[in-house]
């Protein structure tokens, strides 16, 4: 990420190798829609999983930098592969819900639609933004 802001190039994940080839020749077809992108606001370590309600999973985190927001888009990663996608439906902090937490706080999530978290994984909440593409 240091890299590509240093020699200001466009970083975009894709979890799955046919999604890139099919942005690839959109984009040399000139048929993309508005630009999307993505904006980190922060990222936080998996110290620990709990149990939360009768399916869900409590992931126990420690925030390394930014903010961590409810609502705002997760990417679950576990050594450097994507988990999930997914957004944050909760968070908390000991035993209050709150809006965000900041770096160097712990805090508890729930990710909406995944409960594949395992201690050690890393997350990462972005924002996204569309912007009219222009030539």
Do not use: Q, W
């Amino acid at each position: 990420a240091a890299l590509a802001k240093r020699d200001r190039v466009r970083l975009k994940y894709f979890d799955v190798i046919y999604h890139l080839t099919a942005d690839i020749a959109k984009e040399m077809a000139g048929e993309l829609g508005p630009e999307i992108i993505e904006t980190v606001v922060g990222r936080a370590e998996v110290k620990d999983v709990f149990k939360s309600g009768k399916r869900d999973k409590a992931a126990g985190l420690l925030v390394t930098e930014g903010t961590i927001k409810k609502g705002l888009y997760a990417r679950l990663t576990r050594e450097d592969v994507i988990v999930s996608k997914t957004t944050i439906a909760s968070l908390r902090r000991f035993k209050d819900n709150v809006d965000e937490v900041r770096a160097g706080m712990e805090c508890g999530v729930v990710l909406a639609d995944t409960n594949d978290v395992k201690a050690g994984d890393m997350l990462e909440v972005f924002e996204i933004e569309e912007r009219e593409r222009t030539l």
